[in-house]
């Protein structure tokens, strides 16, 4: 039934045109042009690596790189990856966020296939819902970005490639296992129908039944999940018109909660969580070529979503159901080799705990000098029928003088956030701290500043890559998560005062000898926020990260090995209420802790093995739920989490591949 009206809620939404559309990060890259459609094609063995060439600074994660740890779904796949930190946002539900420029994944706009996705009731366990075999590649863009992609983005964007239907013909599978009885299964395959159609299946499933509890405190460190998932998408690649179109299907059931008998409180009544999750999702996108000498265009977007949750975390329930749809309609073209221009309209609508309809409208000119400069302005509109009209600039600038050695890029600009509080953040209701929720938030507004350097030298017939970054974020209206006023409850308010995030980051890549390849990256960071009158580190933020990862590929690389120490600061907790002997019930700040993963591969003409190791240090936080003994009382707390919620895991898996010659 369920499967019946989202079909019928998609016919509906691409008739209307009011589906969701996103764009590329970077004017001079339009996906609709013959020759960008060409470049994403990654190969296997490409790696993570910054591009010069790009008018952003942004990461490029290619297949191989993905290759380089177990990558079981997006949020594993940042591993190796130094700008974006993936942490537990709980203790008991298995939620997961993304940190980026020092501040929570909520400000980061995510993308798949270019389009934004993943909003709202789908944010707190989107990180599990992309299988890594499935990815061709994820750009990682920092800072503002363009204006064609929306008013969301503040301290960056996400985007992830799927494998393509119109590439090289490709049968692939993925098994895995690791020590906590998980066990994932992914299948990929496209098929060329004819000389312009092409269709691509990818399949998923994973299952972890078995509860663990390595602290002893009657919890289960990790949720019990089941998750499927089916995608099937299409393409067709004419002279002058492409097309292309994927329907999608995923439901995840979790389960956590209490789980040791020895427990007195389970003798009663056990506390659990139980947690399902079904989403749905299409999308089409056309493009009619007209003149592909000066890549003039014009491009149709459309996508639709349909997202149903049913969670209970012990007495508390929530259920919700969110219907996302946009529509783009964009014209781009190149007047010469120094002047392009791009504009466009849109429409946003989101239908759940309330309506939000947002039609808007865009320009962006960009001015090129060869390789050297390139100077990019970008100004919308928008018109939410909750918040009224609000503009959105945005500017970049890169400056490249002696080629791919020196590359110097500047941003800045402005960004947009609704707020759905209990859809983003209803796992916090596993714990008895009240939520309290004031009925008249603002709609977030905040400046983004970004100042990079890319130094490319060459050392003999090696390189040395050396990048250099610094990010601001002002708030000028946030939602404010108050911890710290009532250590029994959570209020969700607007900043009253001041609010900002200070990061660098120094990054450094060299092959130190032939086959071996080693980066180390060191970045600082500095997020305060007014709460209660007081501007205040904010809680639960690392104050840096280190990160030294390695590897060794020889002779013919048959064989691959990879290493990844990360060291990870401590930071603020909030503010704790005091126990009856007068001891405050947890400490006002936590230290810094290390992690060691590491994975061994042995490649062969069709297929691989690899087996590897996470957390190898086995640093674990000892005590992450307070007062886990008596969960139905007034201090259970499971929102203290700053660290690993589990010890060393090793896995083990095959890869499969043909590709047709």
Known sequence: ??????????????????????????????????????????????????????????????????????????????????????????????????????????????LTENIPNYRGAAAPYSLGYIPGPWMQSIQVSKGASSVKN??????????????????????????????????????????????????????????????????????????????????????????????QAAIKGLKEHRESGQISSHHSSLTTHPYTIDITNERYEAFAKNAFIFDPEHGSNIALILSGSLHHENALYGHQQYNTDQRNGYASLMFETDFNEHHSLSTGVSLNHDQFDFDETTPGVYAQYTYKIGEKFTLMGGLRWDNSNIYGSFITPRIHLKYSPFGDVLTLR???????????????????????????????????????????????????????????EYYYTSFLHQLLIDMDSDPHAIHFTNLKGDSYSNTWQVEVTYPLFEDFSLTATYRRTNVKATYGGVLREKPLTNKYKGLITAQYKPGLGKWQFDVTLQLNGG?????????????????????????????????????????????????????????????????????????????????FGIRLNWIKI
């Open 1 to 110: 039934m369920v499967g019946k009206r989202f079909f019928s809620w998609v016919i509906a939404t691409l008739l209307i045109a009011s589906g969701t559309y996103g764009q590329v990060t970077e004017s001079t890259d339009s996906v609709w042009r013959s020759e960008q459609l060409q470049e994403v094609s990654v190969s296997v063995h490409g790696h993570r690596h910054i591009k010069m060439s790009g008018l952003g600074n942004t990461d490029y994660i290619g297949s191989g790189e993905l290759l380089r740890a177990a990558c079981c779904n997006l949020g594993e796949s940042f591993t190796t990856n130094p700008s974006v930190d993936v942490n537990y946002a709980d203790a008991a539900t298995g939620a997961q966020q993304i940190k980026l420029l020092g501040l929570s994944g909520t400000y980061v706009q995510m």
């Open 150 to 243: 929306g008013y969301e983005s503040i301290t960056g964007q996400i985007n992830v490639e799927f494998k393509k239907p119109q590439l090289t013909p490709f049968v692939d599978a993925n098994l895995f296992y690791n020590t906590k009885n998980k066990v994932e299964a992914n299948l990929g395959a496209n098929l060329e129908l004819s000389n312009r159609w092409s269709m691509a299946f990818l399949g998923h499933y994973e299952i972890l039944d078995k509860a663990h509890d390595e602290n002893d405190d009657g919890f289960a460190d990790m949720p019990k999940v089941r998750q499927g998932s089916l995608m099937n998408r299409w393409a067709y690649m004419g002279d002058n018109y492409i097309f």
């Open 410 to 468: 500047g941003s800045i600009g402005k960004g947009y956030r609704t707020n759905h509080v209990m859809a983003e953040y209803n796992y916090m209701l596993a714990s008895s701290r009240q939520m309290i929720i004031d009925s008249d938030l603002d709609q977030e507004e905040a400046w983004n500043y970004g100042l990079s350097v890319a130094l490319n030298i060459p050392i003999g017939d090696k390189r040395l890559e050396l990048n250099a």
């Open 571 to 651: 930071g603020r907790l909030p503010d704790a209420y005091t126990t009856a002997n007068g001891q405050p019930s947890w400490d006002n700040h936590y230290n810094g802790y290390e992690q060691l993963n590491a994975q061994v591969t042995r490649f062969f003409r069709n297929w691989s093995i690899y087996a590897g190791g996470e957390n190898i240090t086995a640093r674990q936080q000892k005590n992450p739920i307070i007062d886990a003994s008596n969960p139905w009382g007034p201090n259970f707390d499971a929102t203290m989490v700053w660290g690993p919620m589990h010890g060393a895991i090793y896995y």
